[in-house]
């Protein structure tokens, strides 16, 4: 059975966005793969966190992944920064890794230039998310689009240390970009990515939200004056990203919403819209209370850090011992 690996970062309270663009695939691969989930909070740090809200969100994190029903019995659930091989792998991969490559990843550019300053930990991540990935021999990892850089430098790492030490050290690992996967865009400026940090949380549908809080959000999400509900990312990014949503939630093409919809003025439109992100958190959000709340949490940690520390610490001697670092 293929292995499969991937995190998401604990920054914050998780999105539609990340619904549909991440976890609802995690959901559907724990089916097919040998499935390892974790919270990427190591990565979390690279731009300034608050201890305690840190601490909620890594726990949040964990009972959203539990209530959008990534099952305990079928993936390997454990928290980054318990296992310590990650970070010290990392390091060996950071001194086996050109500085050049790092400056080159387009995310690094983009956050380097959006915040005045920055920790050197937002340069090198993409290498710790290299030893997230080798660390377990993984196949396949599933990631939105804007990862799909880092996993090729994951390939890059891993062929270069595989040719220069001439060993199989690591596992060619290949991006998973879901096929019916869509990049969900913020409600009041649907040009760019829905994403937990945004400013303005009008534009953002967090998984938690009440649902008249889901209502007015996107009563008010911002569209055209063309009137018609026409698939059209270009000229009417708004009402795209809607059927983008009803789209993803439906299962319904894009195509057959459009259809649906024919006949509709953009506020019916919107309503069903509203209705059907309602229908689908409301089970999410019963279940997230009762996780959040019970110790199964710790329990499932336990035994993720249990079953991931014995093989990374394998993949992290080897490496090692490879390099010379031995007495
Ligand atoms: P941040 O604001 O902290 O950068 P984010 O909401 O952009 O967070 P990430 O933690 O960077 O989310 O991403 C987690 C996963 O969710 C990734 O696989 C990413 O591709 C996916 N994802 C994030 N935002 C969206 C979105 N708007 N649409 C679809 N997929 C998304
Ligand atoms: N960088 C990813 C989170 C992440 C990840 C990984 C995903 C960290 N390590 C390893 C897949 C595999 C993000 O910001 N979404």
């Not at 964990?62 to 296992?83: P, V």
């Not at 890059?156 to 969900?184: C, H, Q, W």
């Not at 549908?205 to 959000?217: A, G």
Request: include cysteine; hydrophobic fraction near 35%.
């Amino acid at each position: 059975m293929k292995r499969m690996l991937t995190g998401l970062q604990p920054t914050g309270e998780i999105t539609l966005g990340n619904y549909i663009g991440a976890i609802r695939q995690m959901v559907e691969y724990q089916e097919k793969y040998d499935s390892f989930i974790f919270v990427a909070d190591m990565h979390a740090i690279t731009i300034e966190q608050d201890p305690a809200e840190l601490k909620k969100n890594i726990r949040n994190l964990l009972a959203i992944y539990l209530a959008c029903g990534i099952d305990k019995d079928k993936n390997t659930i454990f928290l980054q920064s318990e296992n310590v091989y990650h970070a010290n792998l990392s390091w060996m991969l950071e001194c086996l890794t050109p500085y050049g490559e790092l400056t080159r990843m387009t995310q690094f550019k983009d956050k380097s230039q959006k915040h005045k300053s920055f920790s050197s930990g937002l340069l090198t991540y993409p290498v710790l998310m290299a030893s997230d990935i080798l660390i377990y021999d993984t196949d396949l990892v599933p990631v939105g689009q804007d990862q799909k850089q880092h996993v090729e430098l994951a390939r890059n790492i891993a062929d270069r240390v595989n040719k220069k030490y001439n060993k199989e050290l690591f596992t060619m690992p290949d991006a998973l970009i879901g096929t019916n996967s869509k990049k969900i865009m913020d409600l009041i400026d649907p040009t760019h990515k829905m994403s937990k940090s945004s400013e303005n949380k009008n534009g953002v549908i967090f998984l938690l939200d009440s649902d008249e809080d889901i209502r007015k959000k996107i009563m008010r999400a911002t569209t055209d004056s063309d009137m018609s509900i026409k698939f059209d990312p270009d000229n009417k990014p708004g009402i795209s990203n809607l059927i983008n949503i009803y789209s993803a939630l439906s299962n319904l093409s894009v195509s057959e919403v459009e259809e649906k919809f024919k006949d509709s003025n953009y506020g019916t439109f919107k309503a069903s819209v509203a209705e059907l992100v309602i229908d689908t958190l409301r089970p999410i959000k019963e279940k997230y209370e009762m996780y959040q709340n019970s110790s199964k949490i710790d329990e499932i940690l336990d035994n993720g850090l249990n079953v991931t520390s014995k093989i990374a610490r394998e993949k992290y001697e080897l490496l090692k011992q490879t390099m010379g670092l031995t007495r």
